[in-house]
């Protein structure tokens, strides 16, 4: 059913995993566990690797679909959209780099080692994937 946005993101910020959904050269349904930070707005980042399914199926067809729901299982949220993808992060101190450092401190806060983190951002070929949500169903109030 469909369902207020504003209340399927608040909803959403209130959570950090999901399953993303992007489409396969098929059509077929590409399913990733992913881990997300709520953006500005109606958007959500994600940290993608490039060399992944779902990061190629995105460059194919940005259209995606992130499946969010409560620990209990009754209650939960599929927000549609589409994703932009950054540049492939190609140096620590690049602006790819920078948006993924603040994407973890939103989530965890500070990180031990952020040389190391950077440089990791960089092996990985790190993408930061950005859907902008324009439509929400699911099922609140539940339990």
């Known amino acids: 059913m469909s369902i207020d ?3 399927a993101l608040a909803f959403v910020r209130e959570h950090d995993r999901g399953v993303l959904v992007t489409l396969r050269g098929d059509g077929r ?9 709520p953006g500005n707005g109606s958007t959500v980042r994600i940290s993608v690797t ?9 460059r194919r067809d940005p259209r995606a679909s992130l499946h969010v729901t409560r620990d209990d299982f009754y209650a939960y949220v599929v927000l549609d959209g589409t994703v932009a993808l950054s540049a492939v992060a190609a ?15 939103t989530a965890a806060g500070e990180h031990p080692d952020w040389d190391e983190f950077r440089q990791v951002m960089v092996d990985e070929g790190r993408v930061l994937a ?14």
């Open 29 to 37: 349904p590409q399913l990733s566990n992913i881990i997300y930070v």
């Open 5 to 7: 946005l504003g209340d």
């Open 91 to 105: 140096a620590p101190e690049d602006e790819v780099v920078e948006q993924l450092v603040d994407m973890y401190r």
């Open 50 to 58: 490039d060399s992944r399914a779902k990061t190629k199926n995105l």
């Open 130 to 143: 950005t859907l902008t949500v324009d439509r929400a169903y699911g099922m609140l109030g539940v339990g």
